[in-house]
């Protein structure tokens, strides 16, 4: 049974940083793409960055340059290393994996399984 378990968020100020996790279980995180996506109130869910199998990344135009993402097989966990946080990063942070390949890595649809999200919250 696949499952994926978020944690890492709380509450910052602008220009703080936080990091996320999310521990998988279940299947191979050395064959699967997995990423990270948010979600802000009244929002459509928005992909953030994203890690293919051969360890190629991507990221949204919003995050480059402030966002890491990384994956450690061994701990079959993916992170999400988050610097210079802004209000507008405020949002529940959901992790993602699928074992397809596609070329639409930060879109909602392209993966099957989620987990629960952990919440972000950042002041000005």
């Known amino acids: 049974q696949v499952r994926l378990v978020e944690s890492g968020g709380g509450s910052v100020q602008a220009g703080g940083s936080l990091r996320l996790a999310c521990v998988a279980s279940?299947?191979?995180?050395?064959?699967?793409?997995m990423a990270w996506f948010r979600q802000g109130p009244g929002n459509e869910r928005e992909g953030v960055a994203s890690v293919d199998a051969d360890g190629i990344k991507e990221y949204a135009d919003s995050v480059k340059g402030r966002f890491t993402i990384s994956k450690d097989n061994a701990k079959s966990t993916l992170y999400l290393e988050m610097n210079s946080l802004g209000p507008e990063d405020t949002a529940t942070y959901y992790c993602a994996a699928d074992m397809g390949r596609t070329a639409w890595v930060l879109r909602f649809w392209s993966y099957q399984y989620w987990g629960q999200g952990t919440r972000v919250t950042v002041s000005s």
């Open positions: 279940g299947f191979p995180t050395t064959t699967y793409r």
